[in-house]
């Protein structure tokens, strides 16, 4: 006769809670796992493409038609939904990543501040620049990003790329010129956005090897990460006008933080998938792909652009190449 014990021995116990840890794992990624391979970076470069689309006009509208001129708040709005929304997420059991660790936290402490920086200064840019202009101008990224993947990853970019994403440029700064709506200070907050942008896209690819954490990891250590500073940001220079602000009661308003907040979130997470699945260079030229149509809805959605031939001529020609 056999006798089956229900209490096995602790070694008994740690290996079973291994594997029933690695089982569920299996089933939380088994949604893109499942998804034949050829077919899986097509589909999240798609989904960035998507949600960087609509995530643009949240912004646009929270900061621009709501006249939430508090970009580093929305920056901290953001932040803080990701950060819960994640800490429920991992208790729920429906994603795993490791406890914080002061070690794997200084490794990613320059892909934080890649990512305030980026987060940041790109809302502060729509806030001052209309959106085709801000989508056109920031198709400097892409180049940027070819420049820094032969630097620090040695990786050569085809030609025929390069001279697209040469042309894109061109057409981004003959539109830049033609825009009556000029801001100087708005176009220097782009190209900064730009050099961070691809800073941080490039750095995901390689602080993912550096630490073998997961797309949630990496997340949850940059929110994280990057809360302190956005907070002293808030505090020392938007705090007052946060407090006067007349239109929290708007319910079109909660709305468009809200979405805002959540797409946040869902852009953050397909930009690590994309970046990690694709590569740097494919996420940032999915993000130009996307302008094509952000750039065709924000001439007409918040009647802020005045369309002179130029400005037609540079957004057509950037619009055509990243075709």
């Not at 050569?156 to 200070?185: C, H, K, Q, R």
Request: with cysteine.
């Amino acid at each position: 006769m056999t006798i089956t014990h229900q209490h096995g021995t602790p070694k008994d116990i740690i290996v079973k809670d291994i594997i029933d840890d690695e089982d569920d794992e299996r089933r939380r990624r088994r949604g893109i796992n499942s998804v034949p391979e050829k077919w899986k970076g097509f589909l999240v470069a798609v989904f960035y493409g998507v949600v960087s689309v609509t995530i643009t006009f949240f912004n646009k509208a929270v900061l621009s038609y709501y006249e939430f001129k508090f970009s580093m708040m929305l920056t901290l709005g953001q932040m803080v939904f990701s950060l819960l929304f994640l800490i429920l997420l991992k208790r729920a059991k429906w994603v795993n990543y490791p406890d914080f660790s002061l070690d794997i936290a200084r490794k990613l402490f320059s892909l934080a501040l890649f990512f305030t920086l980026m987060a940041a200064s790109g809302l502060w840019a729509l806030a001052l620049v209309n959106v085709p202009v801000f989508s056109a101008l920031r198709r400097l990224s892409t180049l940027i990003v070819i420049i820094g993947e032969r630097i620090v990853l040695s990786k050569l970019t085809p030609i025929n790329e390069v001279n697209s994403v040469v042309l894109m440029v061109f057409g981004a700064i003959v539109a830049g010129w033609g825009d009556l709506s000029f801001d100087l200070f708005g176009y220097l907050l782009i190209l900064f956005n730009c050099l961070v942008t691809a800073g941080y896209l490039i750095f995901i690819s390689k602080k993912t090897k550096e630490t073998g954490l997961n797309t949630f990891g990496l997340m949850f250590y940059c929110n994280l990460l990057s809360l302190p500073g956005v907070a002293l940001l808030v505090a020392a220079t938007e705090m007052q006008g946060i407090i006067d602000y007349p239109y929290y009661g708007k319910i079109g308003f909660q709305i468009c933080f809200l979405m805002s907040s959540v797409q946040a979130f869902l852009l953050n997470y397909f930009i690590f998938l994309c970046s990690t699945i694709n590569s740097p260079l494919t996420t940032s030229i999915t993000g130009q792909l996307k302008a094509v149509l952000q750039t065709i809805i924000g001439l007409f959605m918040f009647g802020d652009v005045d369309i002179t031939p130029l400005l037609s001529l540079g957004l057509s020609i950037s619009t055509l190449a990243s075709i």
